[in-house]
């Protein structure tokens, strides 16, 4: 049976292993990088010899992040403790998460996700916390490794992508206070920022163009789509489509905002976003997915057109 951990249980975890196997999950967003990195770089400093590893494509957005070439797919080999980051499903993980390969090692899940399934052997998840970073961050303080810059960095640009630089409704005081003293260890938010936020391809460009030209307003959800096609028109591949969910949400008449990527898999990468008020995290959870209130989504079976119309008969209940 599944256990769920005391923090201080969680931590104590890191304390005698030297050898740790971390895995970031697949279609990897800012929190999950920052937080497997930051992690990863905090548990080297006191003489951990750490295998982090992501079965999916990491943007090139955050190759700013020192170590990011360093997720690979990997599975566990010797480690003596596996550790699964800012999931809420064992099926985040791709072939990293293999209860034939566990044994008798402990298996933390550490996640904030109030979607968390409880998937691993053992679970610790907060789910009151703005970002996974947040987590980490008090692990690192609790383990009484010195933070630097480097995973300072690394754990704010987990908070920053996560809170969407601090406007997201579970920004909470203790979220400030972290970015503080991160910030203080040498950390930057204009670097975080200009990196993430403000910079992308001109084929990215072009194909936002025409996806948000076809955005389509249903009372107030507002939907787009990119289909396979888009992408290879445009010459983008992989995550190529990257932070326009939030762009979507900022028209004005939409409470609601979803946007539908069809995946080489023919799979539907469903991400979702919410106004204050809307909460798009149970119709996640419905269609086998994940996240929170104004932040969630799913990955569906194709093709396009009916996984949008089963995602949009979800949301009409929502509003």
């Known amino acids: 049976m599944n256990q769920t951990l005391t923090f201080d249980q969680a931590v104590n975890l890191f304390k005698e292993p030297h050898r740790i196997f971390i895995a970031a999950h697949i279609m990897p967003d800012g929190d999950c990088i920052g937080s497997a990195l930051g992690l990863t770089w905090a548990l080297r400093k006191i003489g951990k010899t750490v295998t982090v590893t992501c079965h999916d494509h990491v943007s090139e957005s955050f190759a700013f992040l020192p170590g990011l070439k360093e997720l690979s797919a990997q ?11 800012d999931g809420s499903s064992a099926d985040r993980y791709g072939a990293a998460f293999d209860p034939k390969l566990f044994g008798a090692r402990p298996v933390l899940a550490i996640d904030h996700h109030a979607t968390n399934e409880n998937f691993a052997p053992l679970n610790f998840v907060d789910a009151t916390r703005g970002s996974c970073a947040e987590i980490i961050f008090r ?25 969407l630089g601090f406007r997201t409704s579970n920004t909470s005081p203790d979220t400030l206070r972290i970015a503080s003293a991160l910030i203080e260890a040498g950390a ?38 990119v289909s396979q096609k888009d992408l290879r028109d445009f010459g983008i591949t992989n995550n190529g ?10 028209v004005d008449a939409a409470q609601i905002a979803a946007l539908f990527t069809e995946k080489e898999s023919g799979k539907i990468d469903v991400s979702m ?18 996240g929170h209130k ?26």
Not at 75 to 85: N, R, S
């Open 241 to 250: 489509a990257g932070g326009m969910i939030n762009a979507l949400l900022g």
């Open 139 to 163: 692990f690192v303080r609790a383990l009484d490794i010195p933070l630097d810059a480097t995973i300072a960095q690394c754990l704010l640009t987990g908070i920053i992508t996560d809170t």
């Open 294 to 319: 104004q932040a969630a989504g799913a990955l569906l079976d194709g093709p396009l057109t009916s996984a949008r119309e089963r995602v949009l008969a979800e949301l009409r209940k929502v509003v």
């Open 75 to 85: 599975v566990p080999t010797d480690e003596e403790l596996l550790v699964f980051v």
């Open 273 to 290: 976003r919410a106004r204050p008020g809307y909460d798009v995290s149970g119709v996640a959870a419905r269609l086998g997915g994940g």
């Open 188 to 225: 930057t938010i204009g670097g975080v920022v200009e990196q993430v936020f403000n910079q992308y391809s001109l084929p990215s460009l072009r194909l936002r163009g025409k996806v948000f030209s076809a955005a389509q307003l249903d009372g107030n959800i507002l939907w787009a789509e």
